[in-house]
Structures are given as C-alpha cells and as structure tokens.
C-alpha cells in the first residue's frame, strides 16, 4: 500500500470533487439517489459493517448512467445537438442511449456481438443505433471515433473521461453523505471510472478510507499496473463471466487517478462472483451481475480485512438477463 | 364496487389511522423504511405512473416483519418474556422468530413440512424452535394453541390480529407519505393483514385512492368472501406458487376492514405472477417471491385499469431461494 501515501494535490489530477459536485447538481432529479442496503447476515458473517451502495437500483440498471449523463450534459448544446457515440460492452450504452435520449438527441452505440442480449435489445430499447463489432479480432476505439467523425457526433468514452469519471464519483459522494466515514470502500473496476470518481470522492469526504479497486482474477490488468507504477496491458480479452470488466488496460486518466488515490486491489475468482451474485440474490434481495458483484465477492471471500471495519461495496449493475442468469446457476 | 361505498366510521373497525402510526413508532429504527421503486419502462407499458412498495427488502425479506415486531412490542413485558408461538406458511415464520429474538424472547414456529426448505432454514437461523405439520392434513391453529398453552406463551397469529394489521398497514403509511394521493392501490392478499391495513391507512391519508386486493386464481377466497358479503372458505388448499397466499378464508377482522374499504378484488394466474416475477427481476433488479409479486402481475397483465392513473402496488416479500427461482425459469 505504498503508492496510497504517495499523494498528490487534486489540482494535478484530472477531476477533483468540485467536478463531482457539478455532476451531483447535473444529476439531481434524473439520476436515482440509490439506496445502502446492509445485512444483519452479512455484518456477522465478516465481523464488520458493511454498507453496500446499490447502483443495481440505478436508471437502466447500473452506475454507468452517472458518468453517461454528465458527459452529455456537459458538452455544448450546437455541439450535442450533432449527436453521440459510444462503444461499450454493455452497460455503458445503455448509460449512452438513455442519456442521449432524456436530451433528445441521436446515439449510436458500438457494441460487441456477443454483448448480452439483454444489453443489446435495451439499448436498441432507449432509441440508439446499433452498431455490432467483433471483441475479438476489431478496435471498437477506432471504429466509434470513424463513426463519430463521419456524424459530427461526440464520442462519449466509457471511463476514460472527466465528466464519465466525475459523474461515476457521485456514487462515493451519495454513499460518504449518507453513511458518513468508512474504513475502507471496495470499488468494482474495469477501465477505473467508478474507482478513480470514488477514490476521489473518498479522499475529499473520508481521507482515511482505504479505496480499493476489485478486479476479475482473469482480468487484473489495473492491479499489475498500479503495482508496477506504469499501465501495463493484458495480451488478450480476459474470460471471466464478469462481462463489464473486460478490459485490457487502464485509462490513461483513471490511471493517474488510482496511483495516488488507491490504497490497494483485490482480485476474485468467477466462482466467488457466483457465490456473490447468489447471496445478493438470497439475503439482499437484489439482481447483481457478474461485473457489479465482485466488490461484494471481495467482502465475501475475506480478500480484504473487515473485522470490527465499516466496509462501504459498490454494487454496480444489476444487468444480467433472466435467462443468463439461470444457465449461470443451473449447475 | 358497490360495497366500497358502504363505509364506516373507524371506531367501528378493529384498527384505525392512529393504531398504524402507533405502530410506526414502534417500528422506528427497527423496521427499514423501504424504498418506492419506479421504472419508465413499466410506465410506458401501463400508460400510467406505477409506485412499487419494496418490501422484498424489508428485513428478513417480507412486510410480515412489520406486524410481528408490533405484535410483540405490544404485549405486556411480563407476558411477553414467556415467550411467543406462531403457524406460518414462511414469512410470518421468519417475521415473529426475528421479532422474538430482537426481544430477546424464545419462539417456536410451527411451519408447514413442504413450507421452502430456504424459509424453513431462515427461520431456524433466527433462532427459533420449528415445530413441523402436514398442512393437507393437521390444523395449524390447534397445534400453535396447544403449544401456547402448554408453554404460556403468547401466539402471534399471522394476519387476523390488530397490531398485526396495524404494523402491516405502515406499509401504506409510508408509501402514501412518500408518493402522496394514488388513483389506485393494489395490495397481495393472503389472510388480508397487508390489504386491511393498507386499507385503513387509504381511507385517512388518500381517500379517493380504490384499494385492491390481489389473489391468487386458485385461491380466491377473498375475493369471493367480499363479493358475497360474507366470509366463504375454500374447500382444499388452493395449488398454486404464491405459498403465502394458500389461506382458505379471509380473517375475521381482517374481512371487517376489507368489506368497509376494499373496493375489488382482482385474480392473477401462476403464469402471470411468473411473468411479474421475471420483470422485477429484468427491469427492477429485485428479487420478488411468487406471493409478492401478484399485484405487479394484475398491473402487468392488465387486470386493473391503469391508464393515466397514480398506481400504487406492493412487492410484498422476497423469500425466493435461488435453487427454487431457477426451477421456476428453467423451462
């Protein structure tokens, strides 16, 4: 945890919680206030408090619609007026098309072709324009920027982003506003915009806090960078059921961000994401996909220490069709 | 409707508008103030604005908490520290065995022996005593009697009881507290605890609001006790999935409440409640019992008039286990 003392001054970082606080004010009345849910079961399971922020209850199902919405609200009116694009593997599009939509404007999303098809028939859902690319063998980057410049349309990145991150650190905002300190908060990461907008709101409202980033085992391309000080790449698209953490890299600015502001990481196996999703199910409750329960698989798993700690978990998407969901837990 | 308008003062029925927010302060701190769930996607399909009570998140998962810690917390010190004894087909079960021990009192549950093994399980963890019955062939009442008696305890009944009715009737507190006048309420109903009191707290806090009852197509008890103006019971337990609403008469009192403030009843198949069970799940990312979702099923299946009206609709528990959710999905 050594990098964690190495702090900087906000000034030098991408976002500082005043953009935070902008995108709170942006979000007021569109986005839901999602609620903490906390177990009884949970807390003595652990020996400690957990808090878990549920962005599962957030619009189209997942805290991307924070940063989605900022983003698009910030831009220019002549130039939103030209539209936006997205590439995703899921929930950012739905985030995209939805808040293209509350702006009246147009969307086009780029999207794996073998996304979900539950997140690909509800972004087509919210009015966007579909366009289907290959994970495996394509560069969604490049084909959403040529889209974009044929349309005159914004690209609107999934994490890479200051708006995208500061309006996903409103989720650490809401959660250090209404359950006040925490000893530590285990963020679940992919390309780092929900880890590096709440390590920021952390640092702002609750400076002790121990942020943690919560990656896949198959996919810890943020863990090896921030251990190595430098963005290192996977060599190829983790497999994990955890379909939103697939990333290969970190962004360059939620990078900069989780070097000084991250405190550690934490990886889970796709067994223990199971095992996470089916006691959300059980005792919470609630529908959690796979990439929004590997914080809460973290807790569950004793990956990180909670005795006699007030834990605050991200749960961070409850996209997980009903079907997929079945198949998952058939056995 | 016509018995809808045969109204009577409160002081006539067993519960009033003051017994409900008696037990409101009594739930304070204890109970959680559950969210009010909404979703654009089921406005739309509705063509009217849904409000949806989330008592699947209640603890222990169900609205039956409500009425059994008041029921409990009602009794006299002395004769509560004998300890309490309630029959339940599940919630009820987990409601008084987790009332009793935040009393620190002992309870003993009797439990139907096919009640789900999840329930029986949840009510054993809270540290009741079970005592098991075949429910096609003994009479609860009477073992729960004879198990009071030979104990001197106090039995909680699930539903016909005031503080039961009154804790149960917080639940339309609240919701009317938060979403204000409703064109509609639409309540599950079992033995009517959930139904009278919700009927009662209408009838103060939003009086043009039409409260109805929910049933279950094979269990129609109710509905057709109202009808008939006169409690008829069922002639064998009615099959169906909703197991919490396998009641084969309406309560005395409840029924009291019902005739003076219900103003319908509407019917739903185990195919509607699965394709409720299946939305909430999809497009509210919450866990919704069969039992619990038979009013969203009227909503969506079109069994109420919902056009351009305020609906309110309880999700009255969420005690689905896992291993019997994809039993139900897996087709």
């Known amino acids: 945890m050594t990098a964690a003392t190495d702090r900087s001054p906000d000034d030098t970082l991408p976002i500082d919680i005043d953009d935070i606080r902008a995108a709170a004010a942006r979000l007021a009345g569109v986005a839901h206030r999602t609620p903490v849910l906390t177990s009884r079961t949970l807390d003595e399971r652990v020996g400690g408090s957990v808090f878990l922020k549920a962005e599962n209850l957030q619009r189209m199902g997942a805290f991307k619609f924070r940063g989605a919405y900022n983003a698009v609200a910030a831009l220019d009116p002549d130039v939103r007026s030209r539209g936006v694009v997205a590439f995703s593997s899921g929930n950012h599009a739905q985030a995209v098309a939805l808040a293209a939509r509350l702006h009246a404007i147009p969307a086009t999303i780029v999207m794996p072709t073998d996304a979900p098809p539950a997140k690909l028939a509800a972004t087509r859902g919210y009015g966007a324009e579909v366009v289907t690319y290959d994970r495996y063998t394509e560069d969604r980057a490049a084909i959403g920027a040529r889209i974009a410049a044929e349309r005159g349309a914004s690209l609107i990145p999934p994490f890479d982003h200051p708006a995208v991150m500061a309006g996903a650190g409103t989720v650490g905002l809401e959660l250090f506003e209404e359950v006040g300190p925490l000893d530590a908060l285990l963020v679940c990461t992919g390309g780092g915009g929900l880890l590096s907008g709440c390590a920021v709101a952390a640092h702002a409202l609750s400076p002790g806090t121990a942020v943690i980033g919560v990656e896949p085992e198959a996919g810890d391309d943020f863990k090896r960078s921030w251990e190595s000080g430098q963005r290192v790449g996977l060599d ?68 990180v220490e909670t005795a006699g700690r007030r834990i605050g978990v991200t749960l961070s998407g409850g996209n997980v069709g009903l079907g997929q969901f079945v198949e998952l837990f058939r056995g």
Chains 1, 2 share one sequence.
């Not at 890299?249 to 889970?268: N, S």
């Not at 059980?282 to 798993?301: D, F």
């Open 236 to 303: 190829a698209v983790p497999r994990t059921i955890a379909d939103g953490q697939q990333t290969m890299m970190p962004g360059e600015l939620t990078f900069a961000v989780a070097r000084q502001r991250v405190a550690g990481f934490a990886l889970v196996s796709d067994a223990e994401i199971l095992a996470a999703m089916a006691f959300a199910f059980e005792r919470l409750r609630v529908v959690v996909e796979p990439s929004g329960a590997t914080a809460l698989a973290a807790v569950l798993a004793g990956k």
